[in-house]
């Protein structure tokens, strides 16, 4: 199986500060269709998740423009440029190339 | 709107079985038939599990190492229905279930459905 690694697991941010997220892949995420399927999902409390980012670096409709994502093969990153409140929660990176279904082990995101 | 509606969920013992379904609606630019669909669970306090994943038509199905020959995921895209068939139910099999659309990504998610295994 593939294994998503996230850090770090725990990150206090300064409203208006940046934060980064890093996940790392045990094999390359890189599908034979050449499509690199690396998704960020959002779980703000008590809620379903909700995805962010899809193919490393798509932006959902509806997402603001201060997430993004990059990458490629095996190293990527989800970047806020700016926290807010409402962005605490819990994200995961998840890969879509390989089966089983492989997910991070979530990063919580709070406020200092 | 897309929306996802979870049922289902439920104390059973272990041994027992349970059957899930998601209810798919709004789906306006291409039909429920078009799409794969999955199962992601979240145990309590814990991070999201893949489960099981069917194609469009229902002709193929995958599954986690730790549910295969116990859980079956189907499909009646005449009632724009998924479901998930549990059987031989596990404490670990404890959680919150989603229904989710996609193969490669998942870019809509139900309410979830609560499942406790317990006696």
């Known amino acids: 199986d593939v294994v998503m690694t996230q850090s770090p697991l725990s990150l206090p941010v300064t409203l208006g500060q940046p934060a980064s997220i890093s996940c790392r892949s045990s094999?390359?995420?890189?599908?034979?269709?050449?499509?690199?399927?690396l998704n960020w999902f959002q779980q703000r409390p008590g809620q379903s998740p909700r995805r962010l980012i899809y193919?490393?670096?798509d932006r959902d409709s509806g997402v603001p423009d201060k997430f993004s994502g990059s990458g490629s093969g095996t190293d990527f990153t989800l970047e806020i440029s700016r926290v807010e409140a409402e962005d605490v929660g819990v994200y995961y990176c998840?890969?879509?190339?390989?089966?089983?279904?492989?997910f991070g082990q979530g990063t919580k995101v709070e406020i200092k | 709107e897309v929306q996802l509606l979870d049922s289902g969920g439920g104390l059973v013992q272990p041994g027992g079985s349970l059957k899930l379904s998601c209810a798919a609606s709004?789906?306006?630019?291409?039909?429920?038939?078009?799409?794969?669909m999955a199962w992601v669970r979240q145990a309590p306090g814990k991070g999201l599990e893949w489960v099981s994943t069917?194609?469009?038509?229902?002709?193929?199905?995958y599954y986690t190492d730790s549910v295969k020959g116990r859980f079956t995921i189907s499909r009646d895209n005449s009632e724009n229905t998924l479901y998930l068939q549990m059987n031989s139910l596990r404490a670990e099999d404890t959680a919150i279930y989603y229904c989710?659309?996609?193969?490669?990504?998942?870019?809509?998610w139900g309410q979830g459905t609560l499942v406790t295994v317990s006696s």
């Open positions: 989710v659309r996609g193969m490669y990504s998942y870019d809509y």
């Open positions: 709004g789906f306006t630019t291409r039909s429920f038939n078009y799409y794969s």
């Open positions: 069917v194609s469009s038509s229902g002709g193929t199905t």
């Open positions: 094999q390359s995420l890189v599908h034979s269709d050449g499509n690199t399927y």
């Open positions: 193919r490393v670096s």
């Open positions: 998840m890969q879509g190339t390989h089966w089983p279904r492989t």
